[in-house]
C-alpha cells in the first residue's frame, strides 16, 4: 500500500470542495426536509451527514489530528446550521494537514479500539488514510442520492470537474 502526500492533498480538498456544495444545498431545504427519513441507511439527511462529520472526526482522532467526538454519531450537531459550521471547521483541519504532509508521516500503524462493532483493530496508516477519504466518499454518495430524491439541486460530484485553483472550503 502506497499513499502519497499528493493523494491527500487531492482528496483533502476533494472533500472540502463536495461538502461546501452539500452545506449550499442544504441550505435550500426546510429543516423537516433535512429530517425526514427517507429510507437510507442512516435515515435522514441530518442523520447521515451528522454520522459522516463523526466519522470524520473519530478518524482523524485516530490519525492524531484532534479530539474524537462526543456524543451519538447521528445527532452530532443538533441544527443543520451547526453542522455547517463544524463541517467547515473539520475540512479546514484536514485540509491544513494534508497540505503540510511528508511522505514518511503516512507510515507507521493505527491502533483503535472500534465503539461501532466493540472490537481493536491494528493497521497501516496510509491505509486508514485512503479509508477516510473512501468513507467520505461512500456517504456522500448517499447524501446525494437523498438531496436528489427531496427536490433539491444536488453537487457535482465527479473529482475530474473539480476546480483545480479552489476555493476548497
Known amino acids: 500500500m502506497h499513499v502519497f502526500p499528493e493523494y491527500c492533498v ?18 435550500t431545504l426546510s429543516e423537516a426536509e433535512l429530517r425526514k427519513d427517507r429510507g437510507a441507511f ?21 490519525l492524531g489530528l484532534g479530539d474524537a ?9 443538533p441544527t443543520p446550521a451547526a453542522w455547517a459550521g463544524e463541517r467547515y471547521k473539520t475540512d479546514a483541519r484536514l485540509l491544513h494537514w494534508a497540505e503540510r504532509l511528508n511522505a514518511v508521516d503516512l507510515k507507521g500503524m493505527v491502533k483503535w479500539r ?18 477516510l ?18 427536490g433539491a439541486e444536488a453537487p457535482v460530484t465527479d473529482i475530474l470537474f473539480m476546480p483545480e485553483d479552489g476555493p476548497w472550503l
Open 69 to 77: 467526538p462526543e456524543g451519538d454519531h447521528l445527532t452530532l450537531t
Open 114 to 131: 472500534s465503539v461501532m462493532v466493540d472490537r481493536d483493530f491494528s493497521h497501516p496508516f496510509d491505509l486508514c488514510v485512503m479509508h
Open 10 to 27: 487531492t482528496m483533502a480538498r476533494y472533500n472540502a470542495w463536495q461538502n461546501k456544495q452539500l452545506r449550499a444545498a442544504f441550505d
Open 133 to 150: 477519504f473512501n468513507h467520505q466518499t461512500h456517504h456522500r454518495g448517499q447524501l446525494h442520492a437523498m438531496l436528489t430524491a427531496a
Open 42 to 62: 442512516f435515515g435522514s439527511l441530518m442523520n447521515t451527514a451528522n454520522h459522516l462529520l463523526w466519522g470524520d472526526r473519530m478518524w482523524m482522532a485516530r
